[in-house]
């Protein structure tokens, strides 16, 4: 079994667009809200957190919905396309919006279109890849994704959309909606979502890939043991994702007042050393199960969030860049593994769903997370944050431990002779 690279980065321009998008809203929707209408940061904070609400209870109803639709395009494609078409104009006309309510109802239109596709977008690297290599396809998934997000970083700059003031962003606004409408087409022209999804079938009964199904006794039923694991896998997600979130939301502020330092370098630092682990962490799992290699990722980022909770102001900057590298690390580990534990126990025809539980638990957390750690941090203090975020992360540890299913490795060679083949 070899992953198919090249279909896997077609089916990621997918999630490239989503990530784009997205990158693009947490840049410039704050600014709009304050600097053009004048809100207040607190009011600007609850129309940011609208997303992370709509997602809890829409992802995992488009999934399962997608998981139901029978197309000649496919399951996934017609969610994919009219959810962007629909997300592009709406967006694209945010920048031209002069009055706050229709900026509020055009912002709504954009967030509820791009509701309805991303699960069915993240489903269709599972929809279209053998079970034991879906922890390489996620981590390919996760490049796009982070290119995207990259290209809408250096075209901020370009576009100047930090200047003091500054109140006009349609000239960006278009240019992404440009990058996504282009990663769209690429998509539509590219990607055979039937073909590729029959022909993963194929693959999976002749390397009799579908056992867990068979032990449920078919499609849409867990026995207990599954049913206990996909409930400690999510409060999994949930846990590390309430940790390490609440670093990400709040370390700018903690990185100014408490260690007197800028952010940018840091948080770069993290997420380059996150690209760089993605594909070697997919390959890693691929040899010694995903349990173990996420229990490695989670516990080099409890050892990364409980070493910078030791850093004061004054203290040198390197130190807590490499601590952040760590986290990076830790946090591409647990990412590229702990979906494909999930949708593992799903059926051909439960993918969509189950990517809805996972978005489900980790939307949760990203609500729940800034409003109970700034809580905490307004109580305590805010050298509460890294304590905070190193005892979640712990926990999640520990429920990971008592997960039994989920896993899966590529079977040994069927011959002597395919062991001379060439590694995946």
């Not at 380059?272 to 993605?278: E, L």
Request: aromatic fraction near 12%.
């Amino acid at each position: 079994m070899k992953l198919n690279y090249r279909r896997t980065v077609l089916v990621g321009f997918a999630f490239f667009l989503i990530s784009a998008f997205w990158q693009a809203y947490d840049t410039i929707v704050p600014l709009i809200l304050t600097n053009k209408f004048g809100m207040s940061q607190g009011n600007s904070g609850i129309i940011m957190s609208l997303d992370n609400i709509f997602a809890v209870f829409l992802l995992p109803v488009f999934g399962n919905i997608s998981d139901r639709m029978k197309t000649r395009f496919g399951r996934r494609t017609p969610f994919i396309l009219g959810g962007t078409v629909i997300a592009i104009a709406a967006f694209s006309a945010l920048g031209f919006a002069d009055t706050l309510p229709l900026f509020i109802c055009l912002l709504l239109v954009s967030l509820l279109a791009m509701a309805t596709f991303r699960s069915p977008a993240v489903a269709l690297m599972p929809d279209v890849t053998v079970k034991p290599l879906r922890s390489k396809g996620n981590a390919v998934i996760n490049l796009m994704g982070t290119a995207g997000g990259i290209i809408v970083l250096v075209l901020a700059t370009v576009f100047k959309t930090s200047e003091a003031g500054k109140t006009d962003f349609s000239a960006y606004i278009i240019t992404i909606c440009g990058i996504m409408a282009a990663a769209l087409i690429v998509f539509l022209f590219t990607v055979r979502e039937n073909k590729w999804a029959a022909e993963m079938e194929e693959e999976t009964k002749l390397y009799h890939l579908d056992r867990e199904v068979e032990e449920r006794g078919g499609a849409g039923r867990l026995s207990r043991g599954q049913f206990v694991s996909l409930c400690f896998i999510l409060a999994s997600v949930a846990l590390w994702f309430i940790g390490y979130n609440a670093v990400t939301s709040k370390y700018s502020v903690y990185a100014t007042n408490v260690l007197g330092v800028s952010y940018s370098t840091t948080l770069l630092l993290a997420n380059a050393a996150a690209v760089v682990s993605y594909i070697p962490v997919g390959m890693i799992a691929s040899r010694v199960g995903r349990k173990k290699t996420i229990l490695f990722g989670v516990a080099t980022l409890a050892v990364a969030f409980f070493g910078a909770g030791f850093m004061k102001s004054g203290t040198s900057a390197v130190l807590m860049d490499v601590f952040f590298i760590l986290a990076g690390i830790g946090w591409a580990t647990i990412n590229v593994n702990s979906f494909p534990m999930v949708v593992e126990l799903a059926s051909s025809g439960d993918v969509g769903k189950y990517t809805g539980f996972y978005y489900t638990a980790s939307m949760a957390a990203q609500v729940v997370t800034p409003i109970f750690s700034g809580f905490l941090m307004d109580r305590f203090g805010m050298g509460i944050l890294f304590p905070y975020s190193t005892v979640f992360v712990v926990l999640a540890f520990v429920t990971m431990c008592f997960v039994r299913h989920g896993d899966s490795k590529p079977e040994g060679p069927r011959s002597k002779l395919e062991a001379f083949a060439d590694p995946d």
